[in-house]
């Protein structure tokens, strides 16, 4: 028997930088959570223990806060577009690199209708990600841009049943023609070029994906999921694919009869777990597809 190396990568995880612009004295804050990973031949390093080809992941995390500072931070996908291609042109034995970013949100302070200059509050728990893939330099420099939200928390409180599944021996659930529906949307797409206005096209994929959520009378999470991807991929003929991670937030109406109330689906438990997990990609039938971009992307793996 042989034993052989796998596949690998290595690089930071989670660098949290926060980039302040404090040209003026109006402030404006950036938030970041940055991972990088280098990928390409570093066989030596793990089977002689040769560290020579090794960019240390101390490095990797100096540079994306010294690139904050110095580029200034911009959009998630350029920021990650320029580590990505800086990293493989500094390490010959990378042939590409990964970087994954998520950004949280910061909403000014309302005093009496004007947002305060230098403070802030945090918008909530949805973060806007990229994870951009680089092999190459230069000329021949290749990219894949995977971007995405975290954490869209959703619900709609009628417009949404589960009915005519199949059932066993073990089954238990009533059929409902009226049901809350929620979930917190993982959601990524990925885009066919790298020429594309990113903050424009993440705002309108965004407005897409809540639209279609509301219009759609979902017979399930999977038909709802199926319907807002087809319509990103509709609109958006930069976007190839896009996939979905949803959990079926689970709202059981609460049984007020012991309390002689009536329930007429007004009062649920909001079940925390177990929940449904429902994954589903839509994309283009006539363009290539890109497993290798989609590699370790958490949620997709
Ligand atoms: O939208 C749903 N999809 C399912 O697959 C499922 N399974 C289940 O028990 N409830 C639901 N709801």
């Not at 280098?38 to 066989?43: H, N, S």
């Not at 990103?232 to 003929?237: G, S, W």
């Not at 059981?252 to 449904?276: S, T």
Request: net charge negative.
């Amino acid at each position: 028997m042989a034993v052989v190396l796998g596949t690998n990568q290595y690089g930071k995880a989670e660098c949290h930088v926060v980039r302040v612009y404090r040209d003026t004295a109006r402030h404006h804050i950036r938030d970041l959570t940055v991972s990088t990973a280098l990928r390409g031949d570093f066989t030596e390093a793990h089977v002689d223990g040769d560290q020579g080809e090794v960019l240390p992941t101390d490095t990797q995390k100096n540079t994306v806060f010294a690139f904050a500072s110095e580029r200034g931070v911009g959009q998630i996908e350029d920021f990650a577009l320029e580590l990505g291609e800086h990293f493989v042109r500094q390490t010959p034995a990378a042939t590409e690199a990964k970087i994954d970013v998520s950004e949280h949100g910061w909403d000014r302070i309302d005093i009496d209708g004007h947002g305060h200059d230098h403070s802030f509050v945090r918008s909530g728990q949805e973060t806007r990600t990229t994870v951009v893939t680089v092999r190459g330099h230069g000329a021949d420099r290749q990219a894949w841009v995977i971007s995405g939200l975290n954490d869209l928390v959703l619900a709609k409180t009628t417009g949404s049943e589960f009915q005519g599944f199949r059932t066993d021996g073990y089954t238990t659930l009533a059929e409902t023609d009226d049901r809350v529906l929620a979930t917190s949307l993982v959601a990524r797409w990925r885009y066919l070029g790298t020429e594309v206005d990113w903050g424009k096209s993440y705002s309108a994929v965004r407005a897409t994906l809540l639209r279609r959520f509301a219009e759609v009378h979902s017979k399930a999470l999977q038909q709802s999921l199926y319907e807002m991807g087809k319509a990103v991929l509709e609109q958006h003929t930069d976007i190839a694919e896009i996939r979905f991670s949803a959990p079926n937030k689970h709202h059981f109406l609460f049984d007020l009869e012991p309390f002689g109330l009536e329930n007429p689906g007004e009062v649920f438990h909001a079940a925390d777990r177990p929940y449904g997990l429902i994954d589903v990609s839509v994309r283009r039938d006539d363009v290539t597809e890109a497993e290798s971009a989609w590699h370790a992307v958490p949620g997709f793996c």
